[in-house]
């Protein structure tokens, strides 16, 4: 992993939390990420699209990218055949590089964990991936992609150990398997955030694969 791309992290994840420097810090970000990130050898774009070849038959399928940044998962779902995506994301120099992809068919700057001023119950399948994480999307976003989802629509998210561990997000999932608000179809073993990385060696994530209930 290049010192670069180590910088960044620490930038990012240096926000600690603050909207605008962490929104300041993927603008800044934007025109570098995606070679930084596929040069990373982070596996959480690949396992999220094959979650949706997987979960996703229909290539007409209403596909929402949330916290889509460059568009790194949309535009492979895009080369995969997928045509029908739509993306949010909190940093306008991420959803510029997104939109020069062409890849999108609407590209909304909102926040996870605000009111979403999109359709309800108007998406065939939801995805979040790399912004279930700490100091990016508060736990309540999971209430924001349940909204947006119809009834039976796979909710497909990369969560880290660190959020689901200490930033509530572990709560809140259990909170809606209590609620019987979506059913768990699979769940990924944890893997090395960043395998190739010294610094970064004990990070870990996981994909998750949820279908919203009726
Ligand atoms: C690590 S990047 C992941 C981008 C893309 N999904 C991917 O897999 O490459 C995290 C993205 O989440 C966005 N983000 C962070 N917090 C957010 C929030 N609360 N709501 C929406 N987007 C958010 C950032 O702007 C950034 O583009």
């Known amino acids: 992993m290049s010192d670069e791309f180590e910088k960044r992290l620490k930038v990012v994840y240096g926000a600690g939390g603050d909207r605008q420097r962490l929104d300041d810090a993927y603008s ?28 996703v038959p229909d290539f007409n399928a209403r596909i929402l990218d949330a916290g889509c940044g460059t568009g790194l998962v949309g535009q492979i779902l895009y080369q995969m055949g997928y045509r029908n995506l ?8 991420m959803l510029d590089v997104a939109r020069a992809k062409g890849c999108y068919q609407n590209l909304y700057r909102l926040l996870l964990g605000e009111r979403i001023d999109l359709e309800p119950s108007s998406y065939d399948a939801v995805i979040a991936s790399g912004v279930l994480t700490e100091g990016h999307a508060p736990p309540e976003s999971l209430d924001g992609l349940l909204t947006l989802a119809k009834s039976g629509a796979p909710i497909i998210f990369s969560i880290s150990r660190i959020a689901f561990e200490e930033g509530g997000f572990g ?44």
């Open 28 to 55: 800044n970000w934007a025109g570098s990420y995606d070679v930084d990130l596929w040069a990373s050898g982070n596996p959480h774009p690949a396992i999220v699209n094959g979650m949706v070849g997987r979960n």
């Open 86 to 93: 739509d993306g949010l994301d909190a940093s306008d120099g």
């Open 171 to 214: 709560e809140k999932m259990h909170a809606l398997d209590a609620a019987r608000a979506w059913d768990l179809v699979q769940q990924t073993e944890p893997f090395r955030t960043f395998p190739f990385s010294d610094e970064y060696a004990d990070l870990r994530h996981w994909v998750c694969v949820y279908r919203k209930r009726g």
